[in-house]
DNA sequence: CGCTATGTTGATCCATATCAATAAGTGTGG
DNA sequence: CCACACTTATTGATATGGATCAACATAGCG
């Protein structure tokens, strides 16, 4: 009945050097669930039950206070999520929605507690896993405090092009209204942002983008590898 | 040579249930130095060389971009930083300042990655420390995108006074300057916030605040333990 | 005690949010 | 397959939070 996503699971670093005996008893009580669109998979503040692993689809990280909301990051296959809550078995700091039809991964966290405790290659995975997540969150932070929305913006279309290796023309990868919110700026001010853009070769066609000259863009973005880098 | 540091750094959560000799391999290599105010210990980009604690003094770990400069924590004794990095072997995503006179303990990067790809009960005390530090981030992220800068200094303000067992009145930890930095704004704009939450029972004369009326302050801070309780 | 850095205040400017209206997609059921 | 409804995107007008610039006050510090 749970299918073959033991394999999916265990190709993430997360998971990959661990024993075989200790993975089973990850899996042993995990399940796979199918999602549909837009279900709110966790809500912050909620005990962190499980390891969210996302198999298939597409996931949303957000966060609520003041009846104001902001998205703070995509989660696409393979991916885990709630990691850190799950280790310190405190409550989520985020709220996870579907975007699309989704295949999830649940991992009791107690199992991932108990294997973590005994099994010291897992503990050293998990270590990397956090220390990279840890150094997305710092960037963000950088990119946040430092720019204005329009450098965001840029470097943002720079970092999508890097992506897909450097493609002229290349689809965003997100609806308008959840880049807004990731960016931190609302949809009207993106719409703009994106005319403000226009001088430096950025074409829009919906969610097709064309960067004519790439230095162009980069001569105003000014992009960093200890902002933008994935890698770093 | 090397006076009594090993006792300080050792009392931290991430050294303290090591076995005394993984922790003497850590410490062989390792040296204390002292440093005056406003020293740049490390710059953003640099190679992470050493782990670094405070073991007296004050630290300051900001980031530049494009002539532009922010602040984003404050480290007192006793605790690291830029574990992260060390952990990687990848570069500093911040520079570190001292802000006054300053004792520090530096620890070879590669002996504190050696022990960790040995000893399991440091990989995990370093594991739960990154999920700490990560949650942090996460909080000040939600901080800085869901709040105005107005809500952000109300907030920090009550967080300070739980920081002193809930005191009426209390001394600002951070220059102003800085403080206005670590929030995100100006020093010009911070002045006017204060004078902003006069209406709610705030008096600030220099570094001193008061709260006259906690829940006052609270009914325009609305804090939430998912962004300003440190523990969770 | 004076110098320099920090903090305050006021005037103004600018970026971004908000509000409102329209347009363009997207999906659904007839 | 089209028509309708609903969501998302754009555009314009306006408001506002926050930045900038400038002047002055204040407080540390040598």
Redesign the interface.
């Known amino acids: 009945m749970p299918d073959t996503f033991f394999e999916d699971v265990r190709s993430l670093h997360l998971f990959s050097k661990m024993s075989a005996d200790n993975f089973a008893d990850l899996m042993r009580a995990a399940y796979v669930q199918n999602f549909p669109p837009q279900i709110e998979l966790i809500s912050?503040?909620d005990p962190s039950d499980f390891l969210h692993v996302v198999l298939s689809g597409e996931v949303d990280l957000f966060?609520?206070?003041?009846n104001?909301?902001?998205s703070?990051a995509t989660l696409r296959p393979v991916s885990t999520f709630i990691?850190?809550?799950t280790?310190?078995d405190?409550?989520y700091?985020?709220s996870a929605r579907t975007l699309e039809k989704s295949r999830i991964a649940l991992i009791p966290s107690q199992d991932v507690r108990a294997v973590?405790?005994t099994?010291?290659d897992f503990?050293?995975a998990?270590?990397?896993e956090?220390?990279?997540?840890?150094?997305s969150?710092?960037?963000?932070?950088?990119d946040?405090?430092?720019?204005s929305s329009l450098e965001r913006l840029a470097n943002c279309l720079l970092r999508q092009q890097t992506r897909v290796d450097g493609a002229e023309e290349f689809t965003l990868p997100y609806e308008k209204r959840r880049l807004a919110s990731l960016l931190?700026m609302t949809p009207e001010n993106l719409s703009r942002a994106f005319k403000g853009l226009q001088p430096y070769g950025v074409r829009v066609a919906g969610s097709q983008i064309t960067i004519a000259d790439r230095k162009d863009l980069e001569s105003l973005a000014?992009p960093?590898?200890?902002?933008d880098d994935f890698l770093?």
């Open positions: 912050e503040g966060a609520r206070w003041n104001r909301e902001t703070l990691l850190a809550a280790i310190r405190a409550p700091l985020m973590f405790d099994d010291g503990a050293r998990i270590v990397a956090l220390a990279l997540a840890y150094r969150v710092v960037k963000t932070q950088k946040l405090k430092l720019r931190g000014k960093s590898p200890l902002i770093v």
